[in-house]
């Protein structure tokens, strides 16, 4: 295998589907075309960015040492396994959202530090991943990835307009970058050569060619090609199936149970299950290099989702359903820790998936740099003076992980400086970026 020369990516192919494959040690999957007698190419950096709405416990974000002593506060805990591929980030701050009101006009610019239009005018600025999208993402057969799990709100609150609050991806200034909500439809968007969802499943469409390919790979490659076929259909049946245990999520309906039959496909009203197809969607988009730049808008600001899957501190018999996530945001209580802890199992979950994967000395985790943010520090106080940021992975090597970064009593901590560093680690060199000039030397 290692005089077979392959383009730079290996594909199955069936009637209206292609499936990319991960790295293999018989298949070069990725950069150019490999040399004669190679055997692999370097694996890309990617990028994904998670956003929780509201903030976090205003006691329990926090980070102190490095390496496997750092310590975390409680919100941290499911993370605490990636002590040493974390890099907690503090004291960044987004200048032009301390200029309008709570909520809209702190998250529309989070990730671009553009100044928003007021008035229920639409007016931000091109976010970070995007810039990357437009060069970086040309390499794959979809540019960026924008997942949502709860719907855009398109009323205005406090004179600015909640799709700020619902959307923190923007391809231009005044277009936000449509959340795909339905894990259907961004599975197909993966695997499909259309988006329209079709009734044949995807590795029943490729299973022939997918049977002559692992004749002609190593024995390692056939394990790793099974596992990860496994782990498409495993998304596929879940997505199938996504919403039949009828936990619901958003407003409280007044009906207990529908009156009417559901639909085959739509969002899953079991919130748990939503974010973790949505979350599982972008390990897949990572392994099959179908997209290198995910962001995951796992809430809005201002969320209106329910917990019913988490069991109450005081009652365990009942779920979190009582309060919608903005107003329990407010409470700093037990419930919200727990919620927070919900949110933040959902990154671990995106890390531990993409740790079990080698790419060739190194893992996918370590091959990308996985943020999770908000758009305020507490929801009980609406601050934004130091913003919560930690990220997973050290971009294939760029990033020294395991580390705590304090900008709290910097001059100049503009959040847009980690931006700089992050799009510089991906090829997109820019002399400035919001309300920076320079990229922190530290990352």
């Known amino acids: 295998m290692t005089n077979h020369r392959f383009t730079r990516r290996a594909m199955l192919r069936g009637l209206g589907v292609t499936i990319a494959l991960p790295w293999m040690e018989s298949l070069a999957v990725w950069g150019d075309e490999a ?88 007016r931000s600025g091109t976010s970070f991943d995007q810039l990357i999208a437009q060069s970086y993402g040309r390499s794959t057969k979809v540019p960026s990835l924008v997942l949502g799990c709860e719907k855009s709100n398109p009323s205005v609150h406090k004179n600015y307009s909640m799709l700020y609050s619902s959307h923190i991806s923007w391809s231009s200034p005044t277009t936000p970058t449509p959340l795909e909500l339905y894990p259907a439809l961004a599975f197909d968007r993966l695997f499909k050569e259309g988006t329209e969802k079709g009734d044949e499943s995807v590795l029943d469409a490729v299973i022939e060619e997918a049977g002559d390919l692992r004749r002609r790979i190593s024995a390692a490659d056939r394990r790793k090609l099974d596992e990860y076929l496994e ?5 596929e049946q879940r997505i199938a199936t996504a919403g039949e245990r009828g936990e619901l999520q958003g407003w409280k309906p007044t009906l207990n149970k529908p009156d009417m039959p559901r639909p085959a496909d739509g969002i899953p009203q079991d919130i748990a299950e939503h974010m973790r197809l949505m979350c599982d969607i972008l390990v897949l988009a990572f392994q099959t290099d179908t997209t290198r730049i995910v962001t995951l808008k796992l809430n809005n600001d201002h969320s209106a989702l329910r917990f019913p899957n988490l069991p109450r501190a005081d009652d365990p018999a009942q779920g979190i359903d009582y309060m919608i996530h903005h107003l329990l945001s407010h409470s700093d209580n037990d419930d919200w820790l727990k919620v927070n802890q919900f949110f933040m199992e959902q990154l671990a979950h995106v890390a531990r998936r993409l ?49 705590v970064l304090d900008y709290s009593k910097a001059e100049n901590r503009q959040l847009c400086r980690l931006y700089l560093s992050m799009m510089d680690t991906m090829g997109r060199r820019e002399q400035s970026f919001g309300d920076a000039t320079e990229p922190l030397a530290e990352v």
């Not at 040399?35 to 694996?43: D, H, L, N, Q, R």
């Not at 782990?231 to 998304?235: A, E, K, L, M, Y």
């Open 355 to 403: 740790d079990a994967i080698d790419e060739g000395g190194r893992t996918a985790l370590d091959n990308s740099m996985v943020m999770i943010c908000s758009s305020m520090m507490a929801g009980s106080k609406h601050d934004n003076d130091q913003l919560p940021v930690a990220v997973l992975g050290s971009a294939g090597g760029r990033i020294n992980s395991g580390r």
């Open 35 to 122: 040399k004669p007698g190679a055997v692999g190419s370097e694996p890309p950096v990617r990028l994904a960015v998670l956003f929780a709405g509201n903030g976090f416990h205003s006691k329990e974000w926090w980070a102190e040492g490095s390496g496997a002593d750092m310590k975390l506060g409680k919100v941290l805990e499911p993370i605490a396994g990636f002590r040493e591929k974390l890099l907690f980030v503090k004291g960044l701050y987004n200048e032009q959202a301390r200029k309008g009101n709570i909520h809209s006009s702190q998250t529309g610019n989070l990730l671009s530090g553009a100044p928003l239009a007021s008035g229920g005018d639409i």
């Open 231 to 235: 782990s498409v259909r495993d998304v």
